[in-house]
């Protein structure tokens, strides 16, 4: 079996650990057993390099033997057709984990990333620019809720698509955002009492701490 | 072969014929040249048969034979895989269609979005809020510019990865964000140029027309 190398920031600031896009990547290969090693590029000034195997700069990227992919969701479903503990092997299962992790990247973060951006950067409340993402974030929200007071997991059972879901919402949970969706709550608590997770969060903290 | 049925909304308002995405879908199955219809729910009122194959109330999906997809990134790889003239066969070739097709809707289109949210309500040019997304949009323009002055198509030769971006760029350079940025024009220029995209945005058009 060959050795993946997952490459993230050598160091980031305080805030993001915990949630910079590698921890999605360590997760899958936790739950699936393979095994990898981790590099860090430098978190200032990204230069040619950084910029072959990730053209907008931002980690991570993955090598798997002689190819490398950049874009967590698209990791995932690499990783996904790599191992059947990451993704079903019937064609329903497949299409029902695809279109998931694009529902988690593309329905719920492409309206989270903007809201949480705005957190950090000198939004006001009352603006109603701030209310037009908050709104699109909460249409989004209420959609998702009774998705998942009724199941477990997205694609009938855990899979790359419950990992990108829960790191999405794990973050708008961080950000207060998800006081409302209860089925949302558990169903972070249910995914992050899975060993690999913790252990993938743990690596991510102890990764970055030990570059301080 | 199978028949594929593509579900999009039966009447749009004027503004966004031309970008609503089963334009996508459409695209790539002209280009395969496979068999399809296209069914048509209410705009208005998104019922309980809509939200069982699309959760968020949105368009398109797809059903193929027994299988119902929604996401239109998801759509487009599961039509990747079922044809060769939407995606290369070779493990390199297949990993790079899917990375560009995330790096498409999650480092683009995430971006343009929100800022696209902002062109319709109410936004203020002068704030803060909009100068972070626009920031945010012009970065990743910046990023994806050297990327396309170097090549024609994104995954080596035309594929899914492409309509996903070409979807995403038409509608910034119909909002005027990509004069900057020539190739990126010329991208979408080389591309839509292409039969089975011609027909597919009259498609789109005649179908919205006919329910006016």
Redesign the interface.
């Known amino acids: 079996m060959s050795e993946f190398t997952l490459t993230t920031f050598q160091w980031v600031p305080e805030w993001p650990r915990g949630h910079v896009r590698d921890l999605r990547i360590r997760w899958a290969l936790e739950e699936a057993g393979l095994p990898y090693r981790v590099e860090g590029v430098p978190f200032e000034g990204r230069g040619a390099e950084h910029?072959a195997h990730q053209?907008?700069?931002?980690v991570p990227w993955i090598s798997d033997g002689?190819?490398s992919?950049?874009?967590?969701?698209?990791i995932l479903?690499?990783l996904g057709f790599r191992s059947d503990a990451l993704m079903p092997t019937d064609?329903?299962g497949r299409?029902e984990s695809?279109?998931w992790?694009?529902?988690a990247?593309?329905?719920m973060?492409?309206?989270t990333?903007?809201w949480s951006?705005?957190m950090y950067?000198?939004?006001?409340e009352d603006?109603?620019?701030?209310k037009?993402?908050n709104d699109?974030v909460m249409a989004?929200l209420k959609?998702?809720e009774p998705?998942l007071a009724k199941r477990d997991w997205l694609a009938g059972r855990f899979s790359v698509a419950d990992i990108a879901m829960v790191e999405v919402l794990r973050l708008v949970d961080r950000l207060g955002g998800l006081t409302a969706y209860p089925a949302c709550r558990e169903y972070i608590a249910r995914a992050t009492k899975r060993p690999a997770f913790v252990k993938a969060l743990a690596d991510q903290m102890a990764f970055f701490a030990a570059a301080d």
């Open positions: 910029l053209p907008f700069g931002q002689d190819i992919i950049f874009e967590s969701g698209a479903l690499h064609p329903r299409s695809m279109e992790v694009f529902a990247l593309n329905s973060e492409m309206a990333v903007p951006i705005f950067s000198g939004y006001r603006t109603p620019e701030w037009s993402l699109f989004r959609h998702l998705v």
